[in-house]
Nanobody, 121 residues
Framework: QVQLVESGGGLVQPGGSLRLSCAAS????????MAWVRQAPGKGPEWVST????????GYADSVKGRFTIARDNAKNTLYLQMNSLKPEDTALYYC??????????????WGQGTQVTVSS
């Protein structure tokens, strides 16, 4: 069974940094695009970033460009999100997600339980 477990969230001050991790199991991790999605209180899900299967191509929402970096270690079946220069607007529950088909950047059918990021002074 597909399992995605996020970790690394916490409370940080504006301007601080956090590194989120997503441990994947139950599928061939290296064959799938992966994404980070977040949901702030009272808002719908917002796409944050995507990385292709090999890790050589990435994409970011305009709101996080230049501050966040997505990466993956296929040998460890782990997805990462390095978050720098954090702002209060980044406060949200962060999820990693996997699409329903290998090498396909659409229909993200599997989500983890999420990890909470709170940016506040």
């Amino acid at each position: 069974q597909v399992q995605l477990v996020e970790s690394g969230g916490g409370l940080v001050q504006p301007g601080g940094s956090l590194r989120l991790s997503c441990a994947a199991s139950g599928f061939t991790f290296s064959s799938y695009y992966m994404a980070w999605v977040r949901q702030a209180p009272g808002k719908g899900p917002e796409w944050v970033s995507t990385i292709n299967s090999g890790g050589g191509s990435t994409g970011y929402a305009d709101s996080v460009k230049g501050r966040f970096t997505i990466a993956r270690d296929n040998a460890k079946n782990t997805l990462y999100l390095q978050m720098n220069s954090l702002k209060p607007e980044d406060t949200a529950l962060y999820y990693c997600a996997r699409p329903s088909r290998a090498n396909w950047d659409s229909q993200y059918a599997y989500w983890g339980q999420g990890t909470q990021v709170t940016v506040s002074s």
